[in-house]
């Protein structure tokens, strides 16, 4: 209440009914981003002035030096006394909260956690902007609109404000003098804004959001006829069912939105412009922002971005007509004069501020391209030296968030200066996903939001004296009006470089706000438990979250249309110890009466690469991920107890086109032995081997023995000379198998290694071998020998006695044609090739445990033995070149 109260006021104004505090208490239940602001700032007008005029103005409030000094200083003591803990803090708020409003605490919706740091948030950027008046009315302003549902009574406010002195109180007893009475001048002033605005602008807003509300269903309502349509267009045959069905689909046209402008469009005689269908793309987004200025300002100067590319000249008056007759007629029943009075409302305030960012995108965007063809390398260097020595001088702090190597620091101020020239250049849409992904790094991270404005500052006054270097032609010093509002002149040699500095300032400020939204949204309680690897603070943030959402908190933060992984994130970051505790919680089978909430298949769809990112980043947690997937009954019988292995994952991939499950290949080249024997993946591989691999395996290799076995009696038993005169037939006999041998056996591995070559290329499937790009297939054991089996029948065939001495006739192995050369060289690749066949029927040892051990136990000791080999020949090879050096002979 006001100091200038007498005691017999405050005693009158605290007898109010019990029943309006208990409403106005629950209207508050639902705050959208601090349920705390919206109380106690609403509560009191500045000091000194009376509480007849709480909510009637919404006046600038200046606030002294000493006064900023003082609410800062007592929040960092604040702070410092909770032990630094930025949720400690937010939580102390809250209960003090609910403990002067109890009748707000059964309408909370929003977990406590997330509610905390919102708590936090909201009182370190008041007291950022406190020193800033018109920041300061913009952010309060903000805030005002987010609580437009709530009733604001000064009761209600004086009460939390009570709170919050018996906070600073219990916690700091040692408050410089004065620290209470800026902070009533701070938070009455807010409060007194709030009513202010929600009294003047909240039945507007309320009807904008009412209508849009009907008119989104609508579009969706016609979508889903549109589907329906299209099916019963293709199940009509008759024409008359035809014409039914066209008819029905020109009057969908006029349910949605954008179609119903583009039809008022016609109906007036106006053709729909490139610049119009941008911005019924994203009017949307604009209806949901009107109710917060800075959020909407920044959505237009993202489309401004785009706008100027559309068109030369754009006269936002034309879309106003158009809006309206689509409104009207999407909105018969609810049409009136209020609504037409809110709905023109809207579109004056979101004009004007397209008109502003219209006119400063195309006045910054050719001086922009000016200056990045005008920095010459000289130049960008001391930019990349002089701007984090600038910035850890203004702001200490930032010293400890980057630690990184000068090589870092020079590519994030190459980063910097990107940011601004693709601000100009590259669509909005492109430019926004960009900076999405890069804020949620940044939540990753942990960098305070307060940096930001520092930050741009410093880029600002390193950037200005290497401007003022830039060669200036213009030597007029002609007064002129300035390019980017038309509302103050310049001198004209004074233009290029002061418009040079201003669009480098716009342009790194929208990339700073657009990252500091991004953060201020991704920076969930989840994401903070990250930040310091606090296992126990992560369990903190879950104790309030639906069974039904627990998993995707864990598991998706999504900011526009990026998203990011918590999860995977605590992965990367080295959180490992909260990594481990998420898993284990996404693992957890819960219950409630009707459903049972198992998080296996939200793992595998938000991170479909999970078992890699385990393994590569944290491989000690191999076997918890695996644990999770196997339920054990905690009762036996007979010594055994039920177990269920959850496979599908392990066998099928999200992806559909993937063969195999990216989880269960992740583990085979994991390559540990350990690993590789946890029960569920040897039963998942065992299951795959029996029922799937096996038949096709032994299909394949079965082929390959007969092969092997036509390949051998052909070409080495059956040809001896001695055999072919056994009789006349078995030249005839020799000729067939060697028939199959090139047939079956040569043609097949050429299709199978052509198709696979072609294959790989195409998917860009290769390895880099010794500076040569060859298929990767080709880097496994048994497709290496099947390609030099290959290779040497391709040989084999050049000199084959059949081809040469086929003029002779049709089953001669011997003819003047076929020389004693080609019959040794024949001999050769027979014999490699045998050994390549050998070598491939080895591989049938896969169908049985024993036979791979026995393999493996048999490569082994043919490297012992070739090992052993060439140590012999060492020694064999030493002695010699010692007796060659013993030049005395020895008599007899």
């Known amino acids: 209440l006001p100091v200038d109260m007498t005691q017999e006021q405050r005693e009158e104004t605290q007898m109010q009914p019990e029943e309006d505090q208990v409403s106005a208490a629950e209207d508050m239940s639902d705050a959208p981003i601090s349920e705390f602001e919206a109380s106690p700032t609403e509560s009191a007008n500045k000091s000194g002035e009376h509480a007849a005029s709480f909510g009637e103005t919404m006046n600038v409030l200046k606030l002294s030096p000493t006064e900023v000094t003082l609410l800062r200083k007592s929040f960092d003591m604040l702070l410092l006394a909770l032990g630094n803990d930025r949720e400690a803090v937010g939580d102390a708020i809250y209960g003090l909260k609910i403990h002067a409003l109890v009748a707000i605490k059964d309408n909370f919706t929003t977990p406590r956690a997330v509610v905390s740091l919102r708590f936090f948030n909201c009182f370190r950027l008041l007291l950022e902007k406190a020193e800033d008046p018109d920041e300061l009315k913009i952010y309060v302003e903000t805030l005002a609109f987010k609580h437009l549902q709530n009733d604001v009574t000064e009761l209600r406010v004086d009460k939390v404000i009570d709170a919050f002195n018996e906070l600073l109180t219990n916690n700091v007893p040692d408050l410089p003098p004065g620290t209470w009475a800026a902070w009533r001048t701070l938070l009455s002033h807010t409060g007194s804004c709030y009513r202010f605005v929600g009294e003047t602008y909240g039945e507007r807003l309320r009807i904008i959001k009412e209508d849009w509300a009907v008119v989104q269903r609508a579009t969706k309502d016609e979508a889903k006829d549109e589907r329906v349509e299209d099916k019963e267009e293709k199940e009509e045959e008759d024409g008359e069912a035809q014409d039914e069905e066209l008819a029905r689909e020109d009057g969908a046209e006029t349910f949605s939105f954008g179609r119903m402008c583009a039809f008022s469009n016609e109906v007036m005689g106006q053709k729909t412009e490139a610049w119009m269908l941008e911005l019924l793309q994203v009017f949307h987004v604009l209806v949901d922002m009107i109710s917060s200025p800075v959020h909407l300002q920044e959505e237009c100067d993202l489309l401004a971005i785009n706008l100027i590319t559309k068109s030369n000249s754009i006269n936002f008056e034309r879309f106003k007509p158009v809006m309206l007759a689509a409104l009207r007629s999407l909105l018969p029943k609810q049409w009136s004069t209020s609504h037409e009075g809110a709905w023109e409302w809207l579109w004056l305030t979101v004009s004007r501020n397209l008109n502003e960012s219209t006119m400063k995108v195309r006045a910054f965007k050719p001086f922009n391209v000016k200056m990045f063809s005008t920095l010459q390398e000289e130049q960008l260097d001391r930019f990349r030296a002089n701007i984090f020595t600038e910035f850890f001088a ?15 620091l020079r590519y994030i101020a190459d980063r910097v200066l990107q940011s601004s020239s693709d601000m100009f250049q590259k669509n909005k849409d492109e430019t926004l996903d960009d900076l999405s992904a890069l804020g949620l790094r940044h939540v990753g991270y942990g960098i305070p939001i307060e940096l930001f404005g520092p930050f741009v500052e410093v880029c600002v006054e390193v950037m200005r004296p290497l401007i003022a270097e830039f060669p200036n032609s213009i030597e007029s010093t002609k007064m002129v009006w300035c390019p980017k509002d038309r509302a103050h002149q310049l001198p004209e040699n004074e233009i290029p470089e002061h418009m040079m500095i201003e669009g480098f300032r716009w342009s790194i400020g929208l990339t700073a706000r657009v990252l500091v939204r991004t953060i201020m949204d991704g920076s969930t309680a989840v994401m903070q438990a990250i930040h310091f690897d606090d296992s126990k603070r992560l369990r903190r943030a879950l104790q309030d979250a639906p069974r039904v959402e627990r998993f995707v ?6 900011v526009g249309s990026q998203s990011i992984s918590p999860l995977f994130w605590a992965l990367r970051s080295g959180a490992h110890d909260t990594a481990k505790t998420m898993i284990q919680d996404i693992l957890t089978i819960r219950a409630d009466r009707d459903n049972y909430y198992f998080g296996a298949d939200e793992l595998f769809k938000y991170q479909p690469n999970i078992a890699d990112n385990v393994l590569r980043e944290a491989p000690f947690l191999a076997e918890t991920l695996l644990d999770g997937l196997i339920w054990r009954s ?43 024997m946890h029960p569920i993946l040897a039963f998942s591989l065992d299951l795959l081997w029996d029922k799937l691999a096996l038949r096709y395996f032994l299909m394949d290799r079965v082929l390959t023995v007969f092969n092997c076995i036509i390949f051998i009696l052909s070409e080495c038993i059956l040809s001896h000379p001695s055999v ?17 041998v090139y047939t079956m056996g040569f043609l097949r591995l050429v299709y199978w290694h052509t198709l696979e070559i072609c294959n790989a290329y195409r998917h860009k499937a290769l390895s880099n071998v010794h500076g040569v790009w060859v298929p990767q297939y080709l880097t496994r054991g048994a497709a290496i020998i099947s390609f030099i089996l290959t290779l040497d029948m391709l040989a084999m065939m050049t000199v084959e006695p059949l081809f040469h001495c086929m003029g002779q006739g049709i089953a001669t192995f011997e003819c003047n044609a076929w020389t004693d050369t080609m019959s040794l060289t024949y001999e050769v690749l027979v014999t490699i090739g045998v050994f390549l066949y050998v070598m491939l029927i080895v591989e049938v040892g896969s169908i049985s445990i024993k036979l791979s051990e026995y393999r493996v136990l048999c490569i082994h000791a043919v490297e012992q033995i070739l090992l052993c080999l060439g140590v012999v020949f060492l020694v064999i090879l030493t002695f010699a070149f010692a007796i060659s050096g013993m030049d005395r002979e020895v008599q007899a």
């Open 634 to 676: 905690h009762k036996s019988q007979d010594n055994l107890r039920p177990v269920i292995y959850y496979l599908k994952h392990l066998l099928q991939d999200m992806d559909e086109e993937k063969m195999l499950s990216r989880a269960l290949i992740s583990y085979v080249r994991f390559d540990h032995p350990q690993t590789i």
């Open 394 to 408: 203004r702001s200490q702090a930032s010293q400890d968030l980057f630690k990184q190597s000068q090589t870092r």
């Open 553 to 558: 908190w864990q598991l998706a933060v999504e």
């Open 724 to 740: 072919l005169q056994i009789s006349s037939m078995m030249p005839k006999v020799v000729f067939g198998g060697r028939c199959l």
